[in-house]
């Protein structure tokens, strides 16, 4: 109801969403970073991979403005490319734990028979802390880009479900579903046209704190050495690899912690703020 | 009441049930043997062979499961492939860093986080709120092993206010244990009372617009005593339910916080576990750690019924 009313009326929806301005702020920042880092190869002064013995541990300056790592690599262009590796995840977790616990939340929420075992397995699945399961996952699975997004869906797809069980449960006795079971429409018709419809906002929301603690988890896997592969940048392994030279090169962790920072934070206030404008009926406190 | 508690101790041993069954499919489902995979490529065909035995892995899997079942019912969570030990034994020597750096990492969150969400709620819209809010909100947007490296950095190592890492030596004293989970117990802690500033804030700003706080005041009542006494009281139940879910995010943190102090807790084991693709020891840990956060979240569900007397089931 809301997504559906708050989208088609689209400038109501923009004023409510920026009514703050701090959530303004955070998207704005947002977007200038993903666009830094699509953009990478046109931005980036350097090749991220370029060696250079002479600039091992330069400090931010001139020739290099955050400082060369201990390659005497740019520390600024890798902070780019790394970045695109982040998000990336960050965005798939979002997109494919929202896909598995739809389906989950659907089933459970819309076949009574369904709804005991399935929410008995989001409550133990929930029980596990999510950096623990995930460790556990990318160890049996192997670490590489895909395997920790497949690992961190299942760590987050449990809460997605939750909330698309919940609301399946109100929307289900609704007088329109009845009205459409009435009329002979399919249940996966049902489910997806009247149902789903009705709850993205809820989803939307949620999907978007995913991608925020998915990019903490990612750098939390990679700090520990079980994320990707060490050797392809992203903002977790560089802290990572920075960690040897923290006395001599402390810029090498300060940077992609900071980016990290900026990107979660952001992503925290858009999600405040989509959850204001597209329900307001959610608590505004929390 | 009687019911209801029964209800709920039958519900927690279904989750543990399935807790347990998620570890076991964890290892199991992986892509190709796990005996291999916990050997690594430089085993031989024997070695795995023996391993595959010795671990019960040729039985048929519903025999496995069914053992592996039963004897966690009783405890015995395997043994470990490094240590040739039992699982639990392992876990339960790395317990005690873990155990005070999670309790002092709450109590710290608790100190800090109530009284500001308290005080937030009650100057609702004031700088300090705001202020209050924003800095909760950037706490938690921080990776906590960065907090930890830079506090590490600047105030261990440069200016020596706090132990830099590790435990102490082998003769080490208790006090001196503790010494030296001061500084990781405060990163872990800034992670977490953001949550519980939140939660604190928001359910005090509940409670403060219900008609009985009206009537408090209205009937000439100090405001420390409106706040403290009729506010907070009430306000305890959400309080309580996020401390229960404040585990979850304590221990994830702590697995992190100990590998950057160097800390020899459950965390830094699970972690070198992973390396030395010791999974009885992971497996073991997930159960651990899950069956914990299943019992604690009952416990605080129980403690509802004696904070507030309106809770009945």
């Not at chain 1, 060369?68 to 998000?87: M, Q």
């Not at chain 1, 965005?91 to 734990?97: F, K, R």
């Not at chain 2, 998620?22 to 796990?34: C, H, K, S, T, Y």
């Amino acid at each position: 109801m809301a997504a559906a009313s708050a989208v088609a009326d689209q400038p109501k929806f923009f004023t409510a969403l920026f009514s703050r301005r701090a959530v303004l702020i955070a998207l704005v920042i947002f977007v200038v970073l993903v666009l830094l880092c699509v953009f990478a190869p046109l931005i980036a002064p350097a090749d991220p991979a370029k060696m250079s013995v002479r600039a091992r541990l330069t400090a931010p300056g001139a020739d290099y403005l955050l400082g060369a790592d201990a390659f005497g690599r740019d520390v600024f262009s890798r902070l780019l490319y790394a970045g695109r590796v982040s998000l990336s995840i960050g965005l798939g977790v979002a997109a494919v734990s929202s896909a598995i616990g739809i389906v989950i939340g659907l089933m459970a929420g819309f076949f009574r028979r369904l709804d005991a075992p399935m929410s008995r397995l989001v409550d133990a699945m929930m029980a596990f802390p999510d950096i623990l399961l995930a460790i556990a996952l990318v160890s049996i699975l192997g670490g590489s880009i895909v395997n920790v997004v497949i690992a961190l869906s299942i760590v987050y797809a449990p809460r997605i479900a939750r909330i698309v069980r919940a609301s399946t449960l109100v929307i289900r006795e609704l007088p329109y579903v009845e009205a459409a079971v009435s009329l002979g429409s399919s249940t996966f018709f049902i489910m997806t046209t009247h149902v789903l419809r009705n709850i993205l906002s809820p989803i939307i929301v949620q999907a978007t704190f995913i991608f925020a603690y998915a990019m903490l988890a990612e750098a939390g896997l990679s700090f520990l050495g079980v994320g990707i592969d060490p050797s392809t940048p992203s903002w977790g392994t560089m802290i990572n690899e920075g960690r040897q030279y923290i006395d001599q090169a402390a810029f090498l962790i300060f940077f992609p912690g900071i980016a990290i920072s900026i990107a979660v934070l952001s992503l925290q206030l858009i999600g405040d703020g989509l959850r204001d404008a597209l329900d307001p009926r959610l608590s505004k406190d929390l | 009441m009687a019911r209801y508690i029964l209800k709920r101790i039958l519900g927690m041993f279904i989750v543990i049930f399935l807790v347990l069954t998620i570890a076991f499919l964890i290892v199991r489902l992986a892509p190709g043997d796990p005996a291999a995979l916990m050997l690594g490529p430089e085993a031989t065909p024997e070695e795995t062979a023996a391993l595959r035995t010795e671990l019960g892995l040729d039985r048929p899997i519903v025999v496995q499961y069914f053992t592996f079942v039963v004897n966690a019912a009783q405890g015995d969570l395997g043994t470990s492939l490094f240590f040739r030990q039992p699982v639990t034994q392992v876990l339960a020597a790395r317990a005690e860093p873990t155990i005070f750096l999670a309790l002092f990492s709450l109590v710290f969150a608790l100190v800090i986080a109530t009284p500001i969400g308290i005080y937030a709620a009650y100057r609702r819209g004031s700088f300090l709120d705001q202020s209050a809010i924003s800095t909760a909100m950037l706490a938690a947007s921080i990776p906590s092993f960065w907090t930890g490296l830079m506090f590490q950095r600047y105030l261990a190592t440069d200016l020596g206010l706090f132990p830099a890492s590790g435990y102490g030596g082998p003769d080490a004293s208790f006090i001196e244990r503790m010494g030296y989970l001061i500084l990781p117990s405060i990163v872990l802690g800034i992670v977490n009372s953001a949550l519980i500033l939140r939660f604190t804030r928001a359910s005090m700003l509940d409670i403060l617009g219900e008609d009985y706080i009206r009537t408090a005041r209205s009937k000439g009542m100090g405001e420390p005593r409106v706040v403290l006494r009729h506010a907070l009281k009430n306000a305890a139940i959400p309080i309580i339910t996020v401390i229960g879910l404040t585990f979850a995010l304590l221990v994830s943190g702590a697995v992190v916080t100990e590998r950057v102090f160097n800390i020899p807790g459950m965390g830094n084991l699970v972690v070198s576990a992973v390396l030395r693709r010791d999974y009885p020891v992971i497996q073991g840990a997930l159960i651990v750690v899950a069956s914990l956060y299943v019992l604690i979240n009952l416990v605080t569900d129980l403690l509802y019924l004696t904070v507030d007397k309106r809770v009945r089931y």
